[in-house]
């Protein structure tokens, strides 16, 4: 992967698989780290699946033998000195929080944060997403929820929808900079 | 500044145009994308946003674009599948948000597969 946008992008999508109805993705940045929480509602794993989740050839997909996402994402982290840790249970959900730590040099840049917020929106329009990125007391945000409540019936994978929402975060991620 | 007010007049103009499509309602089109961990990391993300593009600037009402998982065949990745009415499916493979403008013009608007890009042409 080439940047941590692509990884949030990856690992959100297992949660839109897992079939949660809010998804949270929260970054925050502080002097010498980065830490990314993902959190869903979706259907969670149990203990005995959790303690092998991150070995390269645990995956309930059927087109290939080897889940890459999640060993990709650790490997990642850890890279940079930082770790992962996934918390999850049957029925309650899952949270994967990442810790990188951004002065190293095998850290990857952030990406394009706002076209992966969009891009998961698009994939998955009746799910709510809550995006926040924070950095020097300063945040960028978008929360579905809200949209939802001014575009009345429109869906959110129309373009034009979806246009906003990749101006409005670009925006205020330019904010951040 | 991008405001919450800005979609209210989004609502306004596509309500219109969303109660037009559903109305002509014309056998569809479906571009499907492989966004897994393979096609994500070979460059996925932008020919999704390359397809919705081009299908919303030429108002290409009957035509969807769609996100699934694995394909298959990560080493081809991104790979793109398009299913047309009375047409088998075509699956495209390699893809760049260049090659999907190409796609769009020449197959989805004027129905010439672009046998270049096909699984067929590049095995
Ligand atoms: N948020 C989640 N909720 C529930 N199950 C999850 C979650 N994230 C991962 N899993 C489980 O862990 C497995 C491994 O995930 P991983 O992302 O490593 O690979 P994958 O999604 O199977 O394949 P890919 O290589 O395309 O990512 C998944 O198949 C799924 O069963
Ligand atoms: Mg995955």
Redesign the interface.
């Known amino acids: ?2 940047d941590l946008s ?1 990884h949030i ?2 690992i959100a ?1 297992n949660s839109v ?1 897992a079939g949660a109805k809010l998804i949270d993705v929260t970054l925050l940045e502080n002097a010498d780290s980065l830490v990314i929480t993902i959190t869903d509602d979706g259907r969670g794993m149990s203990p005995e699946f959790l303690k092998t989740v991150t070995d390269p050839f645990v995956t309930t ?1 059927t ?2 033998k080897v ?3 999640l060993p ?1 994402y650790r490997q990642a982290a850890e890279l940079t000195g930082g770790s992962l840790d996934i918390a999850s249970s049957p029925g309650s959900g899952t949270t994967v929080r990442a810790v990188f730590f951004t002065g190293h040099i095998d850290c990857p840049p952030l990406g ?1 944060l706002p ?2 917020v ?2 998961l929106v ?2 998955a329009p009746d799910i709510d997403f809550h995006y926040r990125h924070e950095k020097c007391g300063k945040a960028s945000r978008l929360d579905t929820r ?2 939802r ?6 869906p959110l994978c ?5 246009n ?1 929402i990749y ?2 975060l670009k ?1 205020s991620e330019e904010t951040l900079l | 500044m991008k405001t919450l007010e800005e979609l209210k007049a989004i609502r306004e103009k596509t309500l219109a145009n969303i109660q037009l499509r559903t109305e002509t309602g014309e056998d569809s089109v479906r571009i499907v994308v492989g966004m897994a961990t393979c096609g994500i990391a070979a460059g996925a993300r932008p020919v999704l946003a390359a397809f919705v593009e081009e299908v919303a600037k030429r108002k290409l009402a009957n035509v969807s674009v769609t996100q699934t998982g694995c394909i298959g065949v990560c080493r081809l990745e991104p790979i793109v599948e398009v299913f047309a009415p009375g047409e088998e499916k075509v699956t495209y493979v390699k893809m760049t948000p260049e090659k999907a403008g190409r796609v769009i013009a020449e197959h989805i608007v004027n129905k010439q597969v672009v046998s270049e890009y096909t699984i067929g042409m590049n095995q």
């Open positions: 992967m080439k692509l992008l990856d999508q698989k997909r087109t290939r889940g890459l996402g990709l394009d076209a992966t969009q891009t698009q994939g809200e949209m409540g001014a575009l009345g019936g429109v129309e373009a034009e929808v979806l906003w101006e409005s925006e």
